[in-house]
């Protein structure tokens, strides 16, 4: 219900690092399928150390009810805000998500 915390992993295939491209507060998000709401990066997400898996938290407003939470779209719902997520050699990191309703979707 409304106050309460959901914890979210994006596991990648790969370890990547997370990096902030200016200074400013707005943390990469998850977008979700509950009208307007998204799930934060939480900061204890290891900024410039590799891991294969970054950390949200998605804050449950009121009247946003859902009977699967998912993400919007595989391709377009982790939002960067600034912020750019590389592999280990420096690349860009790939940013889709598993298709909504697979095994290893939010939903399923």
């Known amino acids: 219900g409304p106050g309460d915390v959901i914890h979210i992993d994006v596991i990648f295939d790969q370890e990547v690092a997370i990096f902030p491209s200016v200074d400013n507060d707005t943390l990469p998000r998850l977008m979700l399928n509950a009208a307007g709401a998204y799930a934060e990066l939480v900061d204890e997400s290891p900024h410039g150390l590799l891991s294969s898996k970054l950390c949200f938290e998605y804050l ?36 889709v998500l598993p298709a909504l309703g697979l095994g290893s979707s939010l939903s399923a």
Do not use: K, M, P
Request: charged share 20%.
């Open 60 to 95: 449950v407003q009121e009247g946003h009810s859902q009977l699967e939470l998912d993400y919007l779209s595989s391709e377009t719902s982790l939002v960067l805000n600034d912020y750019t997520i590389e592999d280990a050699f420096g690349r860009n990191a790939n940013l």
